[in-house]
């Protein structure tokens, strides 16, 4: 188990060059090195829920309230005319 506050080194090989320029023109434009730019990102990616999470939480809902089949199928169709 990590400490509290301890941060990993992760090397990233076979990134395109035009990838790379592209990553460091935006850490350049947001004022941060490209290093801080990229933790910044995956920290992001990270701490987004996974499509199985959100799938999960969808499917816990209580969908007890609400409107019916018939009644999203009436709208749908009365949409079209």
Do not use: H
């Amino acid at each position: 188990m990590l400490a509290f506050g301890a941060m990993a080194t992760l090397y990233i090989r076979d990134v395109s060059d035009d990838v790379a320029a592209t990553l460091k023109e935006r850490a350049a434009a947001d004022g941060k090195s490209l290093s801080a730019y990229i933790g910044a990102e995956l920290s992001k990616i990270a701490n987004r829920p996974t499509n199985a999470q959100i799938v999960a939480r969808l499917r816990s809902r209580d969908r007890s309230e609400g409107p019916t089949v018939d009644d999203i199928l009436r709208a749908v169709q009365a949409g079209r005319r």
